[in-house]
């Protein structure tokens, strides 16, 4: 799968759902989603002509082991996982799925096991948060060379463009109003 661009509608709420399935977007995010809803909101998302990205973590009633993602694969069929979990991203990628490495800079410690998570792990993506760091986006590309999402605190039209000019493929963001106002590529 390519990595996604432009800005993703990351769904917390499910009354946000549909606005995400008429946006122009092409791919959308499902973070907080219970396991009973998986299955119906990955057909409708297809319905809607768009890709899935899964944050796997954020599953209420899943486990997040080998065999809650033999069964989300087989079962939900998403076209990518999301998660801060290295055994995730190691599973996600053995069975072809996009994978997205979340990271989080509470600080410089965590940085630096980030980055040697991701040099072992080695997602297809990074989605870095929060999202408005433009100089840590710029450096955790440049020392990752892999594509980074900035996710998280994005509420402004100016902070999406700091994010992409600072290097950022993408952009996360649960804010409805951002997520008509950039359309995907």
Same mark, same amino acid.
């Given at each position: 799968m390519e990595i996604p661009s432009g800005v993703l509608p990351a769904i917390r709420k499910m009354k946000d759902f549909e606005s995400a399935l008429e946006s122009s977007q092409d791919t959308i995010v499902l973070l907080e989603t219970r396991?009973?809803?998986l299955k119906s909101l990955i057909a409708y998302t297809r319905r809607a002509k768009k890709?899935?990205?899964?944050?796997?973590?954020?599953v209420q009633g899943l486990r997040t082991d080998e065999y809650a993602m033999e069964f989300l694969i087989r079962e939900m069929k998403p076209d990518g996982i999301l998660s801060t979990r290295s055994n995730v991203i190691g599973i996600a990628k053995k069975h072809g799925l996009l994978s997205i490495q979340r990271m989080f800079l509470l600080d410089s410690?965590?940085?630096d096991h980030n980055?040697?998570?991701?040099?072992?792990? =080695? &997602?297809d993506c $990074? /989605?870095?948060?929060?999202?408005?760091?433009?100089?840590?986006?710029?450096?955790?590309?440049?020392?990752?060379n892999l594509?980074?999402?900035?996710?998280?605190?994005?509420? =402004? &039209?100016?902070? $999406? /463009?700091?994010?992409?000019?600072?290097?950022?493929?993408?952009?996360?963001?649960?804010?409805?109003k951002l997520w008509k106002k950039y359309?995907?590529?």
């Open positions: 396991i009973s809803q890709r899935v990205l899964l944050h796997v973590d954020l410690l965590a940085l980055l040697e998570l991701i040099d072992r792990t =080695q &997602p $990074i /989605e870095v948060l929060p999202g408005l760091i433009p100089d840590m986006i710029r450096q955790i590309h440049e020392k990752t594509p980074v999402i900035a996710g998280g605190l994005i509420k =402004q &039209p100016s902070d $999406i /463009e700091r994010a992409m000019a600072a290097g950022a493929v993408a952009v996360s963001t649960s804010e409805k359309n995907a590529k």
